[in-house]
């Protein structure tokens, strides 16, 4: 089984500042999917991005943007301009092209500090 | 938008009791996910479906079943729940291809077994 590791289990980051959270995942596979997910405090997890693993072009999203390096199966993501409403437990997740399993890390704390 | 809805956001159980959790989607998904999520483990999958009455064992199905009825909803069952099944239980969905690969998450029920 594919497994994601984010080694930073808390994180903290002044508001209007920048903060990057890692992600390294191990699969044998050329073909694949990776996402960010978002949980904020009791509430829903929710998309915050995604990669094909097929584009060489980093995904953005608004402030959100990764750093896929393939080789070195590293997938960080870095939040511009931090507001209050980014703390949450963000989640770096793994999917195959060719299964419907996905692989989760076990989460980074994001605390953004006003 | 898609939603995914769980029966119960919190629920309180005894020792020994059979317990049902029920998750809805409303978006056509083929597959569904019960996950556990707990303090520094991530998320963990229980059980996934791809399938109406089809079923495949996660991470940790040991004290659980689950029952896929019909297309769009989802049912995870404790058969006698205990007090180290207490956690966070996650519901997803997602298509099995397509454009779209990513899960769409429920709101999460909070068990606690006494």
């Known amino acids: 089984a594919q497994t994601v590791t984010q080694s930073q289990p808390e994180m903290s980051v002044q508001e209007a500042e920048t903060v990057t959270l890692s992600c390294t995942y191990d699969?044998?596979?050329?073909?694949?999917?990776l996402f960010w997910y978002k949980q904020p405090p009791s509430r829903q997890m929710i998309l915050v991005i995604r990669?094909?693993?097929?584009?060489?072009q980093n995904a953005t999203e608004n402030r959100f943007s990764v750093n896929f390096q393939k080789a070195a199966k590293s997938f960080s993501l870095k939040i511009s301009d931090s507001q209050l409403g980014d703390a949450a437990m963000y989640f770096c997740?793994?999917?195959?092209?060719?299964?419907?399993?996905?692989?989760f890390g076990t989460g980074t704390s994001l605390t953004v500090i006003p | 938008d898609v939603k995914v809805t769980q029966s119960s956001r919190y629920l309180v159980k005894r020792t020994g009791e059979k317990v049902f959790l029920e998750c809805v989607q409303d978006m056509d998904h083929e597959n569904m996910f019960w996950y556990r999520q707990d303090p520094g483990l991530g998320l963990r999958l229980i059980y996934f479906?791809?399938?109406?009455?089809?079923?495949e064992k996660g991470d940790i199905p040991e004290g659980y079943s689950v029952s896929r009825e019909k297309k769009e909803r989802f049912s995870l069952i404790l058969e006698s729940a205990s007090t180290n099944q207490t956690s966070m239980y996650l519901c997803?969905?997602?298509?099995?291809?397509?454009?779209?690969?990513?899960?769409?998450f429920g709101p999460g029920t909070r068990l606690t077994v006494t």
């Open positions: 997740a793994y999917r195959s092209n060719t299964g419907n399993q996905f692989y």
């Open positions: 479906s791809y399938d109406v009455k089809m079923k």
């Open positions: 990669q094909e693993a097929y584009k060489q």
């Open positions: 997803a969905s997602s298509f099995i291809s397509g454009s779209s690969y990513e899960q769409y």
């Open positions: 699969t044998s596979e050329s073909d694949y999917y």
